[in-house]
């Protein structure tokens, strides 16, 4: 993966920090954790092979679709988009006109997370199409994965063009350096609260449910069997699609999905534009009017 595009380009690192109030948006229920704790420290040690699998399942498996009260509202004007992908049709909504903007949703998230962006790029002349990844949104089922969210980005960069920027929060951002390592394009991307690496986030879901290490190893394993690629493949400090288009990355202080160390690494080793806030955390990023003005203003940027 590593060549001369993925090497830093030559720019100042902009580190900036706002400090609102904010809050964290609810976890998964206490009961079930511990009960999953329970369950992966008894069985772990003694069948790894099994508590892999089972550790699989639970990690391709988005959360339950939990949608807020406006969003449904915020969808009403939008015109519908229908992509084939893979084995099914990907569910989207476009506003506006001009040079396309897409938004990408990270894992357990869905389309309409990203509203806030609509009127902003909507304004300024851009057409803001976004949608639900595999397996979420109020039609997601069963499993899904990060290079399937990256064939479905790629999938909709292929049928919206032209395409002028991107903006992908957490998970988006891996997925959309996926989808864009084969193309020509060179859309401004935007990453909010972005992961640098997969094996960071296999880890930390491991420390969560306290599954063994050599469980964690064994599910990694898995992973890149069924998706023939090294869990490496992901990591946004080496990915050579990012060493062809501008790139502004934003991140909470207070993010405890995604720690902030994350984020400054993405920034560091692509040479992108550091916009820090405090008290914002993982989700509620989104909704925040100065970086809502200032991602918008990043992607609709001239060259």
């Known amino acids: 993966m590593e060549d001369a595009l993925a090497r830093p380009r030559k720019s100042t690192t902009v580190r900036t ?87 990408v949703h990270g894992w357990g998230g869905r389309g309409a997370q990203l509203r806030g962006f609509i009127e902003p790029l909507v304004s300024r002349g851009r057409r803001v199409v976004l949608f639900d990844a595999p397996g979420h949104g109020a039609r997601g089922t069963g499993t899904s994965s990060l290079p399937q969210i990256g064939a479905a980005v790629a999938a909709m960069l292929a049928a919206i063009g032209p395409v002028a920027g991107v903006i992908a929060h957490s ?64 990591d946004l400090t080496a990915h050579p699609a990012l060493g062809r288009s501008p790139l502004l990355v934003v991140h909470d202080a207070t993010d405890r999905e995604v720690p902030l160390a994350e984020g400054e690494r993405v920034a560091r080793a692509n040479g992108a534009s550091l916009h820090v806030t405090h008290g914002l955390g993982h989700v509620r990023i989104l909704r925040d009017k100065e970086v809502i003005e200032r991602v918008a203003s990043f992607v609709t940027a001239s060259a």
């Open 17 to 103: 920090i706002v400090t609102p109030a904010g809050r964290r948006r609810p976890q998964q229920p206490a009961a079930q954790l511990r009960w999953l704790r329970r369950a992966f420290r008894a069985l772990g040690p003694h069948a790894p092979e099994l508590s892999a699998a089972v550790a699989e399942r639970l990690f391709l498996t988005p959360p339950p679709f939990r949608p807020e009260p406006d969003e449904l509202d915020a969808m009403l004007l939008a015109d519908a988009v229908e992509v084939p992908a893979g084995l099914g049709v990907l569910r989207g909504w476009s506003f506006g006109e001009g040079p396309a903007v897409l938004l």
């Open 171 to 234: 998970m988006g951002g891996p997925a959309t350096a996926l989808a864009l390592e084969r193309s020509r394009l060179r859309p401004r991307l935007a990453f909010i609260a972005p992961p640098a690496e997969l094996k960071n986030a296999t880890r930390r879901f491991g420390r969560a449910l306290a599954i063994p290490e050599r469980v964690v190893d064994r599910l990694e394993q898995r992973i890149e069997h069924r998706f023939l690629r090294k869990v490496g493949d992901y």
